[in-house]
């Protein structure tokens, strides 16, 4: 399984980016993407997740309301609105099992820096 996440990039606060993940070569181990994020210092957090059928495994607290994740075809989005300097990190996306932890997911993509300025 493979993953290619792109569309990061430096968005000013209160703007918008949206992240795409290409995923191929799946299995039938992988239920699943997730997008999870990764600030200097900090552990990498859990963001969205969604299931093949579409259904959505849920939202980190701190970005409910303003992300959305969606699929289409072998595409995973990641909409994000009203970005926050906290908001900066390196963005992941994951196939696996789905589930909202690190360890629910075997495959990993490069990540895409995302970075709000104040």
């Known amino acids: 399984v493979q993953l290619q996440a792109s569309g990061g990039g430096l968005v000013q606060a209160g703007g918008s980016l949206r992240l795409s993940c290409a995923v191929s070569?799946?299995?039938?181990?992988?239920?699943?993407v997730g997008w999870f994020r990764q600030a200097p210092g900090k552990e990498r957090e859990f963001v969205a997740g969604i299931i093949w059928r579409g259904t959505t495994i849920g939202y980190a607290d701190s970005v409910k309301g303003r992300f959305t994740i969606s699929r289409d075809n072998a595409r995973v989005y990641l909409q994000m609105n009203s970005l926050k300097p906290d908001d900066t990190a390196i963005y992941y996306c994951?196939?696996?099992?789905?589930?909202?932890?690190?360890?629910?997911?075997?495959?990993w993509g490069q990540g895409t820096q995302v970075t709000v300025s104040s």
């Open positions: 994951a196939a696996g099992r789905t589930g909202r932890s690190t360890t629910d997911y075997k495959y």
């Open positions: 070569g799946l299995t039938f181990s992988v239920n699943g």
